[in-house]
């Protein structure tokens, strides 16, 4: 599987992925998921989006990524947001993390890189008994301008043009934007499916934060830096003065429960 470096625009990634709709946290306390107190493995985590998030609503917030650079961002922004967070150096199948010790992991925008099968046994090593498995994803659609403009550009780096990252590339079947396959490893895995729903939002862009958006998407961020510039330079030449971009987004969420 092609593995991508986030490390080499982990500083472009911190700037542009504060998109998370305020719609997720609700839709999960609608659902009965209650964060106040609860300890939470974010793994996957990035520049710690997702962990100040839920940080906010007073889980007990863990981070663990395999690249040191976007951790870096992480701790920077702790400083800079007054958050207190603790980030560790880790990967999905070894996150270093305490056996039975937490009541969820989080998983946003990273699934489909992982190992799923031995990630997932370090899922239920470090989640207590009935613990809660809460997986998500969020990207841009493609019903704007600005987006299929943006498209063309990146596709022409790329032969036979732009495919899904990851393991996504492999499947045959998505629901929601996830892969099939998915659901049956899940349940094989000793994970109940509590919940899979949708949600649809929309995210206001300059030009400027658009193109560091762009180049922190996995299509450019496997490129080497001379031609990821030059693909953002001419995206500069073609796309529109006229601000904001409102660019549609979804955000596909799955809420799974460990069995006993």
């Given at each position: 599987?092609?593995i991508?470096?986030y490390?080499?625009?982990a500083?472009?990634y911190?700037?542009?992925?504060e998109?998370?709709?305020?719609?997720?946290?609700?839709?999960?306390?609608?659902r009965?998921?209650?964060?106040?107190?609860?300890?939470?493995?974010?793994?996957?985590?990035?520049?710690?989006?997702?962990?100040?998030?839920l940080?906010?609503?007073?889980?007990?917030?863990?981070?663990v990524?395999?690249?040191?650079?976007?951790?870096?961002?992480?701790?920077?922004l702790?400083?800079?947001?007054?958050?207190q967070?603790p980030?560790?150096?880790g990967?999905?199948?070894n996150?270093?993390?305490?056996?039975?010790?937490y009541?969820?992991?989080?998983?946003?925008?990273?699934?489909?890189?992982?190992?799923?099968?031995?990630?997932?046994?370090?899922?239920?090593?470090?989640?207590k008994?009935?613990g809660?498995?809460?997986?998500?994803?969020?990207?841009?659609?493609?019903?704007?301008?600005?987006?299929?403009?943006?498209?063309?550009?990146?596709?022409?780096l790329?032969?036979g043009?732009?495919?899904?990252?990851?393991?996504?590339?492999?499947?045959?079947?998505m629901?929601?934007?996830?892969?099939?396959?998915w659901?049956e490893?899940?349940?094989?895995?000793?994970?109940?499916?509590?919940?899979?729903?949708?949600?649809n939002y929309?995210?206001s862009?300059?030009?400027?934060t658009?193109?560091?958006?762009i180049?922190?998407?996995?299509?450019l961020?496997?490129?080497?830096?001379?031609?990821?510039?030059?693909?953002?330079?001419?995206?500069?030449?073609?796309?529109?003065?006229?601000?904001?971009y409102?660019?549609?987004?979804?955000?596909?969420v799955?809420?799974?429960?460990?069995?006993?």
């Open positions: 599987m092609d991508i470096n490390g080499q625009v500083n472009s911190a700037r542009s992925r998109d998370i709709p305020v719609s997720l946290i609700d839709s999960l306390y609608i009965g998921i209650f964060l106040d107190g609860k300890k939470v493995a974010d793994i996957g985590c990035g520049t710690g989006v997702l962990t100040r998030k940080a906010i609503r007073k889980a007990e917030m863990v981070g990524d395999l690249s040191t650079e976007m951790l870096e961002e992480a701790k920077t702790n400083r800079l947001k007054n958050f967070i980030y560790y150096v990967t999905s199948e996150t270093g993390l305490a056996a039975n010790h009541d969820m992991v989080t998983v946003m925008r990273a699934w489909h890189w992982f190992d799923r099968e031995k990630t997932l046994e370090e899922i239920k090593r470090i989640l008994a009935q809660t498995l809460i997986v998500i994803d969020s990207g841009f659609l493609k019903d704007s301008d600005v987006v299929n403009k943006t498209i063309g550009v990146v596709s022409n790329f032969e043009g732009l495919n899904p990252s990851g393991t996504k590339a492999k499947s045959k079947q629901i929601n934007d996830f892969p099939v396959e659901f490893e899940w349940s094989n895995s000793g994970f109940e499916l509590r919940d899979f729903y949708k949600l929309s995210v862009f300059t030009k400027e658009w193109l560091e958006r180049e922190s998407v996995s299509w961020a496997r490129l080497d830096s001379e031609t990821r510039k030059n693909a953002l330079n001419t995206l500069a030449e073609i796309l529109t003065d006229q601000e904001p409102a660019i549609p987004h979804e955000c596909n799955c809420i799974l429960k460990l069995r006993e």
